[in-house]
């Protein structure tokens, strides 16, 4: 049995400005964009922001635990944000905020290929939680 939480989870996946290195985007996106984006998030009560890092190094030591991977594409994407909502209107209030438009948009171009995003959008399921599997009876309490 599985949770069905009534949030949704938006993700944004992002590659990192052509020209800037990986440690440079490593340092910018938590360091610089990070703290600018999150008292916009907060104002509009998205419940979560989550900054998702899949380094090159990460990378190769994922395929030496798991060597069957090395078969497989990985995805072209540098990082990905995630946002957790409960409800889509959130997000639009958050980027229709004058603070977005005149300081956020414009630092995404300064560490990622703006044109070259992707994004999802989807509720979330959950099968084991804190390492247990999720009991009918808690699956139930979360259904929408």
Known sequence: MATKTKVLRVSMYLKRKPGLTEEQFNHYWPQVHGPLVSPLVEKYGILKYTQYH???????????????????????????????????????????DPFFIEKVRPDEEKFSDVKGVAWAIGWEEVYVRCGKIVSESEARQDAP
């Open 54 to 96: 899949t380094s090159s190094t990460v990378q190769q030591a994922m395929m030496s635990a798991w060597p069957e991977l090395k078969a497989l594409d990985i995805t072209p994407y540098d990082r990905v944000a995630e946002f957790i909502v409960k409800d889509i209107h959130r997000i639009k209030k958050s980027r229709d």
